[in-house]
């Protein structure tokens, strides 16, 4: 079992930056696959940006790519995700997850969550 918790979002204006922070308790968080994932009024979850099964690697939906970086530390237990020039599109509840397998954009691979953060980015 993993439970996580996200903190670190707000209300900012257009172009300006948040940092999203996720801790993790209960198993290790090393030994999890970890992505951020965003979910608008009425739409859809959406993936935002991961790391990969083994960390070596990050991935990014177009629409944050450049402007957002996901990151950890193992050592707290805690996962990143710095947002950088954002846009009123970027308002959303977002999500940090953990997975043990699948692709890391499918928000049914991931089977920890938290209860997410709203971020609010007026124009």
């Known amino acids: 079992q993993v439970q996580l918790v996200e903190s670190g979002g707000g209300l900012v204006q257009a172009g300006g930056s948040l940092r999203l922070s996720c801790a993790a308790s209960?198993?290790?968080?090393?030994?999890?696959?970890v992505g951020w994932f965003r979910q608008a009024p009425g739409k859809e979850r959406l993936f935002v940006a991961a790391f990969s099964w083994n960390g070596d690697n990050t991935y990014y939906a177009d629409s944050v790519k450049g402007r957002f970086t996901i990151s950890r530390d193992n050592a707290k237990n805690t996962l990143y995700l710095q947002m950088n020039s954002l846009k009123p599109e970027d308002t959303a509840f977002y999500y940090c997850?953990?997975?043990?397998?699948?692709?890391?954009?499918?928000?049914?691979?991931?089977?920890?969550w938290g209860q997410g953060t709203q971020v609010t980015v007026s124009s």
């Open positions: 209960g198993r290790s968080f090393s030994n999890y696959g």
């Open positions: 997850a953990a997975r043990r397998g699948g692709p890391y954009y499918y928000s049914s691979s991931y089977e920890y």
